[in-house]
């Protein structure tokens, strides 16, 4: 009966009620929002009142807990987070890393999980709860699509890389190759040369074979896309849009496999390499404790840097994904388990790093800090000459790069699947042409990242990678906590929660939201801005023009948020305001928690 129109009394008892839903409807006439207040009965039909499909659900829960570690869990757990313990005093930098996790990372983990799932949009969509916040929804948006234009090309990198590995040896392991140059140099014939003059073959490969920088002069000379590298992208975008086109119904399957080969993986790579000599001397190093190291500014700043890009928030993923979860899923249970197998997962693989990175100084007999480095040349310079040195090389080899590319699939696809379901909920149109809409975006990204693929590709990928989601991305989050803790509200905030699982978020949940994430937010954005060097590759400075092409694009999502807002204003004015209230003009609405 509820679902006539209009409704009888009898369904407007118990707004809170566990028989009933609350439906916040916007509707937009001339410039002005008129909101109107429902309360409808949940049915197993696959329509609602409005006449409008369903939103589709997980096939199963732990189709969603396997996306949301899959995307989290990515290249950076095992070439950064290791690199940043060894660098930062060992086990003494897990305390600022976990004491950020505790009042940063968890908290808004778990803020974006809520959001989605209660709001059941994309990360543009859920901003109906306050409008005016929009535009962050679409600097979210865009900030995924520009790191989806170079993290696929990692990834292309590493079936690159597969392909080779499937030769009797290893094409990394000297320096009688068409591609080196006279400056090629095993390890051990470093040790009476500066090592500015002697390269690796394993460098050389990556550098001179695999991406053929030296064909380059620079950013302003890349030449044509190489059919190798760019045949390795076709299939990694491929692979992409088949996993994407039919929603979660087909990325929920595929996750199966990409989450959870990287720990199969890691764990056959330890067992290997705490056997090699010298292994343990590597771990020691990773694991020795320096406490004097808390004393320097720096490492409190790398650990906050680190918890900000390894747990994924402010990309729209967790929301997007979220927003496909039955309404009374307990996503505070889910925002603990997967963000604490995210960091488990750090931890674990810096053990694997560093016990080959300790057989390597062994083998080598050169200092640790000479071997040990992050970024690609950890994954693609010296993870594969360790184990070009082993029995069997060409097996290992296959199975490192096989964990490679299952690591980067699924945060690829975390990334893809928040710009399609961001856009998709917004423009209700996009719903009904969701496989045409995928191929669109996969294609757009595509023919943008052929760029990275060319001989000076490496410019252009160093670029995107220090612009597109450095500084915007914790100013986007920062917007994003202000607007839920501040302007929504954290007690309506913690309403929508109670609804939904059936208890209300304690008050340390409520505090981290309204004051301790955005002091860290805002403290990380100010720093980001006053610690902000120009990207560089090697001794390669890059020209005035490539800096400001790199910061018009990290302006670019900032800027929507205020664009948004000033639309919003000027289409409002004269208008209406939400249920009779304006609460945000309380003095009890800004100092509840």
Not at 41 to 60: F, H, I, L, M
Not at 155 to 166: K, Q, V
Not at 293 to 314: H, M, P, Y
Not at 496 to 511: A, K, N, S, T, V
Request: aromatic share 16%; glycine share 8%.
């Amino acid at each position: 009966p509820c679902r006539d129109d209009p409704p009888p009394p009898s369904c407007y008892t118990h707004p809170r009620s566990h028989h009933s839903v609350e439906l916040i409807l916007v509707k937009e006439q001339n410039g002005v929002q008129f909101t109107s207040t429902t309360l409808v009965a949940p049915t197993p039909t696959q329509t609602n009142p409005s006449g409008e499909e369903e939103r589709e659900t997980w096939g199963k829960k732990i189709d969603f807990l396997l996306s949301v570690i899959g995307f989290a869990v990515d290249l950076a757990n095992v070439w950064r987070f290791p690199y940043l313990c060894y660098k930062n005093g060992g086990g003494a930098f897990l305390v600022p890393y976990l004491f950020f996790m505790v009042i940063a990372g968890m908290p808004l983990f778990y803020m974006e999980l809520a959001l989605g799932q209660y709001n059941r949009e994309g990360a543009a969509g859920v901003w109906k709860i306050c409008p005016i916040f929009k535009g962050v929804g679409f600097t979210v948006i865009l900030i995924s699509l520009y790191v989806g234009f170079y993290y696929n090309v990692i990834i292309s990198w590493a079936l690159f890389y597969l392909f080779s590995s499937f030769t009797g040896e290893l094409p990394w392991v000297h320096c009688n190759n068409t591609w080196n140059s006279p400056n090629c140099s095993d390890w051990a014939d470093n040790s009476s040369v500066s090592d500015i003059y002697k390269a690796t073959p394993a460098q050389e490969y990556f550098e001179r074979g695999v991406l053929h920088i030296q064909d380059s002069n620079g950013i302003d000379d890349l030449g044509r896309p190489r059919w190798q590298l760019t045949s390795c992208l076709a299939v990694v975008i491929v692979l992409l849009y088949f996993s994407l086109w039919k929603g979660v119904k087909t990325s929920g399957k595929v996750v199966w496999i990409t989450a959870t080969m990287p720990y199969v993986v890691l764990t056959v790579l330890l067992l290997r390499g705490v056997t090699l000599p010298g292994a343990i001397d590597g771990i020691k190093a990773y694991l020795s404790v320096d406490f004097l190291r808390l004393c320097d500014a720096k490492v409190w700043i790398e650990a906050a840097t680190q918890i900000c890009f390894s747990l994924g928030v402010g990309f729209g993923v967790l929301i997007a994904f979220s927003s496909y979860n039955k309404f009374s899923n307990n996503c505070y249970r889910d925002a603990i388990i997967t963000s604490s197998i995210n960091s488990l997962t750090s931890f674990f693989s810096g053990f694997v790093v560093f016990s080959f990175l300790g057989y390597m100084s062994y083998k080598h007999n050169v200092a640790l800090d000479k071997v040990a480095r992050d970024g690609a040349g950890l994954v693609f310079v010296i993870y594969p000459e360790a184990i070009a040195t082993l029995p069997g090389s060409s097996v290992w080899a296959v199975i490192f790069f096989i964990m490679l590319l299952t690591l980067g699939i699924d945060s690829a696809m975390g990334g893809m699947e928040s710009v399609i379901t961001g856009l998709i909920d917004e423009f209700k149109f996009l719903h009904k042409h969701r496989e045409l809409f995928t191929l669109f975006i996969v294609v757009a990204t595509f023919l943008i990242s052929l760029f990275c693929v060319t001989n000076g590709g490496m410019y252009v990928f160093t670029l995107l990678d220090h612009f597109a989601a450095g500084t915007s991305i914790l100013f986007g989050v920062l917007i994003e906590a202000i607007g839920i803790a501040w302007f929504y509200g954290v007690d309506r905030f913690s309403d929508d929660i109670e609804e939904m699982i059936g208890q209300r978020p304690g008050r340390y949940w409520r505090l981290c939201w309204k004051f301790v994430s955005p002091c860290f937010l805002l403290f990380m954005v100010v720093v980001s801005f006053a610690t902000f060097n120009p990207p560089n590759y090697g001794s390669y400075m890059f020209p005035p023009w490539a800096n400001m092409v790199g910061w018009c694009l990290a302006i670019s999502s900032m800027t929507m948020v205020p664009l948004y807002a000033i639309y919003k204003l000027c289409t409002l004015a004269g208008g209406s305001n939400y249920n009779g209230e304006v609460r945000q003009f309380t003095l009890h609405h800004w100092l509840v928690v």
